[in-house]
């Protein structure tokens, strides 16, 4: 039996004569109560919108991403394309060609990215990511254009003005200086039929047929990437490295992570920094651990008088102030990340919280992801945070009390 657990629990239970140590020891209790709810509520809203971000980013960018290490292009001949497409772990297989081009739309003009794709399954199923219009790139011999919302927004493009139509620009390779500038660049006209939903990584793209690219940018060879998305059963990372072995040292095989590191990193920063903030505050809140021992420890100074003419040691004594504290902290951590949970549960279910009067937003209910790891880390944090101050307050307090006894 551990008798220095059996009398902090016991502590924990009695009633004291000094009223204010149960005051304070309800204040410590709450404090982390609330920090630990706090933890929780915030690292699952973090979740829920790193995972709508992601989701969204991930529905239009490839799984894998096929690059040339050096320069803007590469030719794919027909024997590497064949032996991509026959990969049992690959589901769709696109060729891309994009450049920097200039738009005209009446008098409005804007320098967008121009991506050239071949069709595949994937392209046919992009419409839930459109705030206007459909995802069409080629009706029988018309070409169709899907633009980004800023190049829309910038140029004005109206989806259901058909007479008028995208002029799409691109200097001419190998023209030579002459005394009419239009005669140096290459320049289509093309119908909008659609406008992605914002997102700043996609909002200057002018998606077009492969086709149309190649006639614009006068390229009829190269390709500037290759896109692969995998079967729901292959492991990405495995598929990367295999890719990478068969391309060789002149390509790189990126990940969706790697495409856009800036993207996970910003999302990822902002989660920790705020985790970081609100367990800050939690440590103040722990604090008051110090101030709730120390009065216990007055309180209870003639039960330690007692013990210690019992032969108990000063070690013996510290210990039972110290499983106190801990106590005290473990109760109000357990019972917030309990009641973290329920919140977060009730979030699920009714969507109390919302993101408020914003009509271009993909859902206006604040999304929740909850992870059984974030629950560990708060346990693990307070846990911590809490031996070490009742460690020191209880070494502390016993220690002036034993010399005044």
């Given at each position: 039996?551990?008798?220095?657990?059996?009398f902090a629990k016991r502590y924990?239970?009695?009633?004291?004569?000094?009223?204010?140590?149960?005051?304070?020891?309800?204040?410590?209790?709450?404090?982390?109560?609330?920090?630990?709810?706090?933890?929780?509520?915030?690292?699952?809203?973090?979740?829920?919108?790193?995972?709508?971000?992601?989701?969204?980013?991930?529905?239009?960018?490839?799984?894998?991403?096929?690059?040339?290490?050096?320069?803007?292009?590469?030719?794919?001949?027909?024997?590497?394309?064949?032996?991509?497409?026959?990969?049992?772990?690959?589901?769709?297989?696109?060729?891309?060609?994009?450049?920097?081009?200039?738009?005209?739309?009446?008098?409005?003009?804007?320098?967008?990215?121009?991506?050239?794709?071949?069709?595949?399954?994937?392209?046919?199923?992009?419409?839930?990511?459109?705030?206007?219009?459909?995802?069409?790139?080629?009706?029988?011999?018309?070409?169709?254009?899907?633009?980004?919302?800023?190049?829309?927004?910038?140029?004005?493009i109206s989806l259901q003005d058909?007479?008028?139509?995208?002029?799409?620009?691109?200097?001419?390779?190998?023209?030579?200086?002459?005394?009419?500038?239009?005669?140096?660049?290459?320049?289509?006209?093309?119908?909008?039929?659609?406008?992605?939903?914002?997102?700043?990584?996609?909002?200057?793209?002018?998606?077009?047929?492969?086709?149309?690219?190649?006639?614009?940018?006068?390229?009829?060879?190269?390709?500037?990437?290759?896109?692969?998305?995998?079967?729901?059963?292959?492991?990405?990372?495995?598929?990367?490295?295999?890719?990478?072995?068969?391309?060789?040292?002149?390509?790189?095989?990126?990940?969706?992570?790697?495409?856009?590191?800036?993207?996970?990193?910003?999302?990822?920063?902002?989660?920790?920094?705020?985790?970081?903030?609100?367990?800050?505050?939690?440590?103040?809140?722990?604090?008051?651990?110090?101030?709730?021992?120390?009065?216990?420890?007055?309180?209870?100074?003639?039960?330690?008088?007692?013990?210690?003419?019992?032969?108990?040691?000063?070690?013996?004594?510290?210990?039972?102030?110290?499983?106190?504290?801990?106590?005290?902290?473990?109760?109000?951590?357990?019972?917030?990340?309990?009641?973290?949970?329920?919140?977060?549960?009730?979030?699920?279910?009714?969507?109390?919280?919302?993101?408020?009067?914003?009509?271009?937003?993909?859902?206006?209910?604040?999304?929740?992801?909850?992870?059984?790891?974030?629950?560990?880390?708060?346990?693990?944090?307070?846990?911590?945070?809490?031996?070490?101050?009742?460690?020191?307050?209880?070494?502390?307090?016993?220690?002036?009390?034993?010399?005044?006894?």
């Open positions: 039996m551990n008798i220095a657990l059996y924990l239970r009695s009633k004291k004569t000094i009223n204010a140590v149960n005051i304070i020891s309800g204040i410590s209790v709450v404090g982390v109560l609330v920090s630990s709810a706090s933890l929780i509520v915030i690292l699952s809203f973090y979740n829920g919108l790193e995972k709508l971000i992601f989701s969204m980013y991930s529905a239009f960018t490839p799984e894998l991403r096929i690059e040339p290490q050096e320069g803007k292009g590469f030719v794919v001949d027909s024997i590497l394309a064949n032996r991509l497409k026959q990969r049992p772990d690959v589901r769709t297989y696109r060729e891309v060609l994009q450049e920097r081009v200039l738009l005209r739309y009446g008098d409005a003009q804007y320098i967008a990215t121009l991506k050239g794709t071949t069709s595949d399954r994937a392209l046919q199923s992009m419409d839930t990511l459109l705030q206007d219009g459909r995802f069409l790139l080629q009706l029988g011999e018309d070409n169709y254009a899907v633009m980004g919302a800023r190049v829309q927004g910038t140029l004005g058909e007479s008028r139509r995208i002029e799409v620009f691109s200097p001419r390779k190998g023209a030579k200086a002459s005394i009419n500038p239009a005669e140096d660049f290459t320049m289509r006209t093309i119908r909008p039929a659609g406008v992605l939903e914002y997102q700043q990584e996609f909002d200057d793209l002018l998606i077009v047929p492969m086709a149309f690219a190649r006639e614009v940018l006068s390229e009829f060879t190269q390709v500037s990437a290759i896109e692969i998305n995998l079967t729901p059963e292959s492991k990405i990372s495995t598929v990367q490295q295999q890719l990478t072995q068969l391309m060789g040292t002149g390509f790189v095989v990126k990940n969706r992570e790697q495409q856009n590191p800036t993207l996970y990193k910003i999302v990822r920063t902002e989660k920790w920094a705020v985790f970081i903030i609100v367990a800050f505050i939690g440590i103040i809140a722990i604090f008051n651990i110090v101030g709730s021992l120390s009065m216990l420890v007055i309180d209870k100074k003639k039960d330690i008088s007692v013990l210690m003419g019992l032969g108990a040691s000063n070690q013996l004594i510290r210990r039972i102030f110290f499983f106190e504290g801990l106590l005290i902290s473990l109760i109000g951590c357990v019972t917030g990340l309990v009641l973290g949970f329920l919140f977060c549960l009730s979030q699920q279910a009714f969507g109390w919280i919302h993101f408020g009067d914003a009509d271009n937003l993909v859902t206006d209910i604040y999304p929740v992801d909850i992870r059984p790891a974030d629950f560990l880390l708060v346990f693990l944090t307070v846990f911590l945070i809490s031996a070490l101050v009742s460690l020191v307050s209880s070494r502390l307090s016993v220690k002036q009390t034993v010399r005044l006894s």
